[in-house]
């Protein structure tokens, strides 16, 4: 499966995003999916994932009330609601796909950066 994320941009502190996920291929809905996010100087962390039907979702404790993760077998899109963002949450944002939700992730999306400005 070839992963295509958007929806990245510049937004204030205390804004909101949602970022996409486009999967190609046919076995979409057959993947569970996650998000991470690389900020700079540092190691990728681990942001929220989803299993294959939508009914069980993972959050880092940190975001959890802030992200939300969903997604759409019928467009093969998994999304990444952001509200209240924190400079923090400054980084590039990749989403995943893998047999699990709890890793490991086979398949990667090239990235989409999100920049908080305070």
């Known amino acids: 499966v070839q992963l295509q994320a958007s929806g990245g941009g510049l937004v204030q502190a205390g804004g909101s995003l949602r970022l996409s996920c486009a999967a190609s291929?046919?076995?979409?809905?057959?993947?569970?999916m996650g998000w991470f996010r690389q900020a700079p100087g540092k190691e990728r962390e681990f942001v929220a994932a989803?299993?294959?039907?939508?009914?069980?979702?993972r959050y880092v404790d940190s975001m959890k009330g802030r992200f939300t993760i969903s997604r759409d077998n019928g467009k093969s899109t998994v999304y990444l609601q952001m509200n209240g963002l924190k400079p923090e949450d400054t980084a590039v944002y990749y989403c995943a796909a893998g047999g699990s939700t709890t890793g490991p992730y086979a398949y990667w999306g090239q990235g989409t950066l999100v920049t908080v400005s305070s």
């Open positions: 989803i299993n294959w039907s939508g009914g069980v979702t």
């Open positions: 291929g046919r076995a979409f809905s057959s993947y569970d």
